[in-house]
């Protein structure tokens, strides 16, 4: 199911008028390799907080939090980000407005990805 999302998803993700979705471009840990993948996300001030449905394992999060940062393209913008930290819901549920709160806080997955401008 997850890869028909992804599949679905992909098309759309990064757009301006599609804001639910974005794109986060990473290098593999030890290989460098550039890989892009299309996930939820959602802003809180200047931070981008994504939620981690697979958990904080996946190779995804794991090259992002060795690397330190990444770029994602959101909302049809291109924004170089860094300072990864994983924060629970309660931190995560801000993000995500009056109308998606709620889905969250039913939601099983606990583990969110924030992250931060990285000033050039």
Not at 11 to 25: D, E, Q, S
Not at 32 to 59: E, F, H, K, S
Not at 91 to 103: I, M, Y
Request: aromatic letters at 10%; one cysteine or more; hydrophobic letters at 45%.
């Amino acid at each position: 199911m997850a890869s028909r999302t992804i599949g679905l998803a992909r098309p759309l993700a990064g757009r301006r008028w599609f804001p639910l979705w974005g794109v986060l471009h990473h290098r593999g840990r030890s290989s460098g390799t550039p890989y892009a993948v299309p996930v939820v996300m959602r802003g809180r001030g200047d931070a981008i907080v994504i939620p981690l449905p697979w958990g904080r394992r996946t190779n995804w999060v794991r090259n992002v939090l060795a690397a330190g940062e990444c770029t994602v393209r959101w909302r049809g913008a291109t924004r170089r980000m860094g300072h990864p930290r994983l924060i629970g819901k309660a931190d995560a549920r801000p993000a995500f407005g009056w109308f998606l709160r709620p889905l969250v806080t039913r939601m099983t997955v606990t583990d969110f990805l924030e992250l931060r401008p990285v000033q050039a």
